[in-house]
Antibody, heavy 120, light 108 residues
Framework: EVQLVESGGGLVQPGGSLRLSCAAS????????MHWVRQLTGKGLEWVSA???????YYPGSVKGRFTISRENAKNSLYLQMNSLRAGDTAVYYC??????????????WGQGTLVTVSS | DIQMTQSPSSLSASVGDRVTITCRAS??????LNWYQQKPGKAPKLLIY???SLQSGVPSRFSGSGSGTDFTLTISSLQPEDFATYYC??????????FGQGTRLEIK
């Protein structure tokens, strides 16, 4: 059974840092691209970052230069290092597995999410 | 960035109704379009990928269609467990991957 379990969320002050983790099991982690997606309270979904199987990384402009995605295949783990956090980064953060289809990728498995609150 | 616009933003319907949700891309995305269902407090769940392919385990009352800029998600006969929020997502051009703003489906 595929499982993704996030951890590391919590309360942090503006300007602070936090590192999220996502523990994967039930599939060959090293063979899949992985993503982070966030959801502000009561709002929609926002893509945060992606990492390919070769370690290539991608970010939207809103977090580029502040967030760093990484993976440790030996530990079946995905990470998101978040620096210079702002109130607007307050959200539930999900990790998701990307599966490739005939038309791009889809996120076929998601974790349960971890809440990050940025507040003084 | 490719903008994804869903309509309507919210919708009231009854059990047994046929429901259609629309997603429009700001430029052509071929069939690089996925649909997700999200219930309160839960992670999104993949329903449809590549515009019209049904994800394994998803009931056949869900279907997707479209290509280019206009896409639809149809639920042929609403069931009580279908009341949720639905999102479209494009993966044609990244970064960034973008989602629609969501369509909240409520019980009438």
């Amino acid at each position: 059974e595929v499982q993704l379990v996030e951890s590391g969320g919590g309360l942090v002050q503006p300007g602070g840092s936090l590192r999220l983790s996502c523990a994967a099991s039930g599939f060959t982690f090293s063979s899949y691209d992985m993503h982070w997606v966030r959801q502000l309270t009561g709002k929609g979904l926002e893509w945060v970052s992606a990492i390919g199987t070769a370690g290539d990384t991608y970010y939207p402009g809103s977090v580029k230069g502040r967030f760093t995605i990484s993976r440790e295949n030996a530990k079946n783990s995905l990470y998101l290092q978040m620096n210079s956090l702002r109130a607007g980064d307050t959200a539930v953060y999900y990790c998701a597995r990307a599966s490739q289809s005939s038309s791009g990728w889809d996120f076929d498995y998601w974790g349960q999410g971890t809440l990050v609150t940025v507040s003084s | 960035d490719i903008q994804m616009t869903q309509s309507p933003s919210s919708l009231s319907a009854s059990v047994g109704d046929r429901v259609t949700i629309t997603c429009r891309a700001s430029q052509s995305i071929s069939t690089y379009l996925n649909w997700y269902q999200q219930k309160p407090g839960k992670a999104p769940k993949l329903l449809i990928y590549a515009a019209s392919s049904l994800q394994s385990g998803v009931p056949s009352r869900f279907s997707g269609s479209g290509s280019g800029t206009d896409f639809t998600l149809t639920i042929s006969s609403l069931q009580p467990e279908d009341f949720a929020t639905y999102y479209c997502q494009q993966t044609y051009s990244m970064p960034p991957i973008t989602f629609g703003q969501g369509t909240r489906l409520e019980i009438k």
